[in-house]
Structures are given as C-alpha cells and as structure tokens.
T-cell receptor, first 115, second 114 residues
C-alpha cells in the first residue's frame, strides 16, 4: 500500500502561469515533507521542504503548502518557466532528523511548461 | 556536477555476470544510501549506511550486496540478477542524524539485465 501518492502523472502549464503539483499521504506519523525535482539522465535534486509544525514554506518562486488534517501537500511554482519542466517527486519522512534517510517517495508528476 | 558521483552511468549484464556499482560523495556526509527506481514506480530505499555501518536493509534479495569501506564510498555488488532487476539505481548521501538534512543524489546507474 502506497503511503505517499501523486495522483497526477503529468501536468502541462503555460509559461508564466502557476503550476500546482499535489501529493497525498496516509501515515499521520510523517512530520517532514520534501519535494525533489528530476531532469532526464540526472538524479533527483532537493527543491524545498516543510515540517509539520508549519503550513507554508516559501523559497523564491516555489511554495509548499501543508494541510495536515487532509494529509495533503502541494507545490506551487509561480511564475512557471520552461526550465521547470521535469519530474517532481513528493517525499515524506517520519522525522525532522534525517534518521537513515527513510524517505517514502511518491510516483512523481511530470511537469511540462510550454513557452 | 553533483557532489555524489556514480559509475558506470549505464550497465548491461547477463544473468550469470557479476558486476559492481560505485558511488563516491564529496560532501563530507556521514550517511550513504542505495535507492532503486523501477519504471513507473516510486523510488525505493534499499540500504542505509551510517558511519560505514549498515543500519537498514529494506528486505533486499541477497543477489544485491552492498559494501561501504568508508564514509565517502559505497558499492553495490551484483550477481545472478534477474531481468526484473533492470532499473535505475541511485546513490545518495546526507548528514545523517542532522536536522533538516536532505538527501543528495547521484545521477544514477541505468542497469539492464538480459
């Protein structure tokens, strides 16, 4: 049973508009969430994270929102740029302290930003 | 260029071969990991090493054998693999036990078992 789900395998957005990527989780013990971005032929790179004590974390064009009651998080990219086209992975951890890197990943959402 | 280097980038091997994947991190981290990404599936944790000691084996078959000689190097020895083991194998490192230390991944080895 998958504990972290990204139900949209792909998303297409026009350059300059907002991209919203969604992620749902089932385990209420998760308290630290991360987003990774992956380009073809490269490994995933860390993008942004949020702990369960917050409901929002912002870094430049990227904002992650956490709704603990709904067990849902989302990544907003504003404005979207063609270079943002990649696969985005949501991941969850049972601890703020990276104890063994026990991240549970979603399946990924492929974002395509059209010029 | 990432701080985590994996070699080879691509590997094709027969089911009776023995091969090894290599990973090296230049970030001064003390924890290293092997992850597997199969087609259309999420990344799956395979092994974790903290300060060269294996602290996690996520029910991985014995045909995968990890080795961590020091905190900077990690190997994955492969023998008698099956075609379903074909996948992208990713190495990662982090400052294990530290607050808010994300994983840093290498670019992976694309393995094909024929």
């Amino acid at each position: 049973d998958q504990q972290v789900k990204q139900n949209s395998p792909s998303l297409s957005v026009q350059e300059g508009r907002i991209s919203i990527l969604n992620c749902d989780y089932t385990n209420s013990m998760f308290d630290y969430f991360l987003w990774y971005k992956k380009y073809p032929a490269e490994g995933p790179t860390f993008l942004i994270s949020i702990s369960s004590i917050k409901d929002k974390n912002e870094d430049g064009r990227f904002t992650v929102f956490l709704n603990k009651s709904a067990k849902h998080l989302s990544l907003h990219i504003v404005p979207s740029q063609p270079g943002d086209s990649a696969v985005y992975f949501c991941a969850a951890s049972p601890s703020l302290y990276n104890q063994g890197g026990k991240l549970i990943f979603g399946q990924g959402t492929e974002l395509s930003v059209k010029p | 260029e990432t701080g985590v280097t994996q070699t080879p980038r691509h590997l094709v091997m027969g089911m009776t071969n023995k091969k090894s994947l290599k990973c090296e991190q230049h970030l001064g981290h003390n924890a290293m990991y092997w992850y597997k990404q199969s087609a259309k599936k999420p990344l799956e944790l395979m092994f974790v090493y903290n300060f060269k000691e294996q602290t996690e084996n996520n029910s991985v078959p014995s045909r995968f054998s990890p080795e961590c000689p020091n905190s900077s190097h990690l190997f994955l020895h492969l023998h008698t693999l099956q075609p379903e083991d074909s996948a992208l194998y990713l190495c990662a490192s982090s400052q294990g036990g530290s607050y808010n230390s994300p994983l840093h991944f290498g670019n992976g080895t694309r393995l094909t078992v024929t």
